[in-house]
């Protein structure tokens, strides 16, 4: 079974805090990608890769940077931690680089629940 | 654009059938259904591809008419352990467009 792991289920920061949020994915998926998932709005992307040190905008990369420097590692940071950035944030992997990732399933990690007081 | 789920939320009893759909103001290459257990990760359920080819599910069907950018998810006598958020995600060039959800509540 292809497993997705995140570094912590539950985070708490301070206001301005530089935060390091790990994915780790043991199927050698070309892709991965960083939602933020919200109550009413479903999931949103912030990020996403299709190879390693290779990095695409989604629809909310504003606040947040990424890296991939191991095809089976993706990272998203919070650059400086704001109030607006609490959310459950869920990391996910599938096959396929580029335009055929659409054909193919994505796998989920159990999500991250960061709070930032 | 975000694809439109409709119901919001839906309750049934243990043995009941349930439509949940996805509408896209885009046209659609492909429709994704997931489904979230309250604080578990999405799990795929069934991809709809331009074409009609599926993949996906043994218990749970669903159809995808690309004329009307439309898909449906369709949940047959359903069981307690079908409760949870149902998502859709359209697929256009790199990524899916996620919709925002439809509760399902199963009862006994």
């Known amino acids: 079974d292809v497993k997705v792991t995140q570094s912590s289920r539950y985070l708490v920061k301070r206001t301005g805090e530089k935060v390091f949020l790990e994915c780790v994915q043991d199927?050698?998926?070309?892709?991965m990608f960083w939602y933020r998932q919200d109550p009413g709005l479903g999931l949103r992307l912030i990020y996403f890769?299709?190879?390693?040190?290779?990095?695409e905008k989604g629809d909310i990369p504003e606040g947040y940077s990424v890296s991939r420097e191991k095809k089976e590692r993706f990272s998203l940071i919070l650059e400086s931690a704001s109030t607006n950035q609490t959310s459950m944030y869920l990391c996910?992997?599938?096959?396929?680089?580029?335009?055929?990732?659409?054909?193919?399933?994505?796998?989920f990690g159990p999500g991250t629940r960061l709070t930032v007081t | 654009q975000q694809p439109v789920q409709s119901p919001q939320a839906v309750i049934l009893r243990e043995g009941e059938d349930a439509v949940i759909n996805c509408s896209s103001s885009?046209?659609?290459?492909?429709v994704h259904w997931y489904r979230q257990k309250h604080g578990e990760a999405p799990v795929f359920l069934m991809i709809l591809l331009k074409g009609g080819e599926q993949k996906g599910h043994d218990k749970i069907s669903a159809s995808f008419n690309e004329k009307k950018q439309q898909s449906s998810l369709y949940l047959t006598a359903s069981q307690l352990s079908y409760s949870g958020t149902y998502f859709c995600?359209?697929?256009?060039?790199?990524?899916?467009?996620w919709g925002a959800g439809t509760k399902l509540i199963i009862k006994p």
């Open positions: 199927m050698d998926h070309e892709n």
């Open positions: 890769s299709y190879d390693v040190k290779m990095k």
């Open positions: 996910a992997s599938s096959l396929a680089p580029g335009l055929g990732s659409f054909f193919y399933e994505q796998y």
């Open positions: 995600g359209t697929g256009s060039n790199y990524q899916l467009i």
């Open positions: 885009k046209a659609l290459y492909s």
